[in-house]
């Protein structure tokens, strides 16, 4: 009989691009300004790609630092899962073009695609077929290139997002060793219409008429979004942590998805977790959609503050609606 295993994550890459899109650069291109943006959002800057950058061009460095990291071989993975809604293609999926850019020659790929709670969601299917015993070793990545999908005509959504991808290796390890303790995931798609791209499918295809229209561009009802992210991120915590049996006490660090620095406060003080123990990084990274939550734990890492037995809440809300949260502890 197989033996009962946990999955874990035991290391974490990640890579955005070089350049910077400042909020006075956005002051030049619509009517906004930094004070405004900075004291509405918390976002003073975010990275964006030289256009033509596809998803697994920021991918593949990241896979890389997370996997040299792990001291694991791109062939020893089993599979890849790419949690985006912007991936380089429908067809072939950017898993698909990771496997081959890396080298992972034994690894099957997929795209998951579930907007800002794309990771969570990718992190538990992944976890899922490793405790089934399906799979010792698989890349979750996260990531996006929203600003293939933002409308740079338009002040209230283009302010909020970013370019960026982050990894993490899971892998099979001792059913009472360390790893991931528990998941809650959500969907409300009454919702759907709250947070959308019209003209991104089969509902609305990519007509020379929708293309006039821009419907091509994320758009949202920001007010509606903002209200039921902070409900739903503090909500889903607080259940996860009741099923699990813990307190804020038990969690050395919280990595919310980062959408926006007045929905990240409150559910960080509601949770009763002080912000010393929030990864926060919307201020230089702004919202990357897919690649906020590995992005904030390479973050972590690289700052020292995520280490071997780090207890660590994630959160995520997003568009569909959905939202997510899981609990681990980090490490082999
Ligand atoms: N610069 C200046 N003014 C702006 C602006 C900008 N970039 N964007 C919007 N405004 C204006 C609006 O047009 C509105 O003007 P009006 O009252 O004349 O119509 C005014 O500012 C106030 O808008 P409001 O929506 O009340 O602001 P807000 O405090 O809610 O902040 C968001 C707007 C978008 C920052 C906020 O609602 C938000 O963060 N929502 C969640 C978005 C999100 O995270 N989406 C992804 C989720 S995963």
């Not at 975010?46 to 791109?74: I, K, N, W, Y």
């Not at 607080?238 to 804020?248: D, F, N, P, V």
């Not at 123990?277 to 973050?299: H, S």
Request: charged fraction near 20%; glycine fraction near 12%; hydrophobic fraction near 45%.
């Amino acid at each position: 009989m197989r033996a009962p295993c946990r999955a874990r994550c035991v290391a974490v890459g990640a890579a955005v691009p070089e350049r910077r899109l400042t909020n006075a650069d956005l002051a030049g291109m619509v009517d906004t300004s930094d004070e405004w943006i900075v004291s509405r959002t918390g976002i003073r800057e975010r990275r964006v790609v030289d256009p033509g950058t596809p998803l697994s061009a920021l991918a593949e460095p990241a896979a890389r630092q997370c996997l040299e990291r792990a001291g694991v071989a791109a062939a020893d993975l089993d599979g890849i899962i790419v949690a985006t809604i912007s991936g380089d293609h429908i067809m072939p999926t950017t898993a698909n073009l990771l496997q081959h850019r890396l080298g992972a020659t034994r690894a099957w790929g997929y795209d998951l695609a579930n907007a800002c709670n794309g990771f969570i969601a990718a992190l538990s299917t992944a976890a899922a077929f490793i405790e089934a015993g399906r799979a010792k070793r698989i890349l979750v990545i996260g990531g996006d290139i929203m600003s293939t999908l933002v409308d740079y005509q338009d002040r209230n959504t283009c302010i909020l997002f970013g370019d960026g991808a982050g990894a993490v290796l899971v892998e099979a390890g001792p059913a009472d060793g360390p790893g991931i303790f528990g998941f809650e995931l959500h969907s409300d798609g009454s919702g759907g219409g709250e947070l959308m791209i019209p003209s991104s499918g089969s509902a609305r295809p990519r007509t020379a008429e929708a293309l006039a229209q821009r419907q091509q561009y994320v758009k949202q009802n920001g007010r509606t979004v903002f209200a039921a992210a902070i409900r739903r991120m503090a909500e889903v915590s607080e259940s996860l942590m009741r099923t699990l049996g813990i307190t804020a006490a038990d969690i050395d660090l919280l990595v919310p998805h980062q959408a926006n620095l007045r929905i990240l406060e409150p559910t960080a003080e509601r949770l009763g977790i002080p912000l010393e123990r929030v990864v926060i990084n919307i201020e230089r990274m702004a919202n990357t959609t897919g690649g906020t939550i590995p992005i904030a734990l390479n973050d972590a890492f690289t700052a020292g503050r995520l280490v071997a037995g780090s207890r660590i809440m994630l959160v995520a809300f997003g568009g569909g609606l959905t939202w997510g949260a899981c609990y681990l502890t980090w490490g082999r």
